[in-house]
């Protein structure tokens, strides 16, 4: 699969490379991931933060990115 640099990555962009939608709080540098089964594939990912609040600190200041860290291999020199 090839992403289009000049589109907004979508969550059916990244269902196609089972990757997860991570939240990062601005202000308080919590991480969560965010359940995305029951929105609509058209989401853009990076729209979804819009609807966030921090869990831990309540601020609104949340960013929302594909987290493509699983499909990295692990290291493994030895």
Known sequence: MKLDQDKP?????????NAPVRAHCERCSHTAYIPTD????DTVVIHIARQLRCSRCRSPQVVT??????MVPP???G
């Open 9 to 17: 990555v979508t969550l059916d962009d990244i269902k196609e490379l």
């Open 38 to 41: 029951a929105m609509p594939g």
């Open 65 to 70: 990115r594909p987290c493509y860290e699983h």
């Open 75 to 77: 290291n493994t020199q």
